[in-house]
């Protein structure tokens, strides 16, 4: 779990990400792995796109609304949930200063 940049949803399949550059598919939806994964390291920042925030690298939250990945990948965030994601990223950027 802890080498999984990104899932990307697309119906009943995920695509899973890792950090080695590897993907894999698997015959689950996002919804199924939003309720398994730990949400304090795991956030659901589009309808497509859940993303390990340990390994977003930048977020741009203008009209461009998105984050980088370790990988260089770039998600668009979802823009009712703008507000929320901006402080969970926020937060989570905090634990790890502290």
Excluded: P
């Amino acid at each position: 779990v802890d080498d999984v940049l990104c899932l990307q949803g697309e119906g009943n399949y995920t695509f899973l990400y890792k950090r080695d550059r590897k993907r894999y598919v698997v015959s689950k939806t996002l919804k199924e792995f939003e309720k398994t994964l730990d949400g304090s390291m795991f956030l659901r920042i589009h309808k497509s796109y859940i993303v390990n925030l340990a390994y977003v690298q930048r977020s741009v939250f203008n009209k461009d609304r998105q984050v980088q990945l370790a990988d260089g990948r770039e998600v668009a965030i979802s823009r009712r949930r703008m507000k929320e994601i901006s402080q969970q990223l926020t937060l989570f950027w905090q634990k790890l200063l502290n």
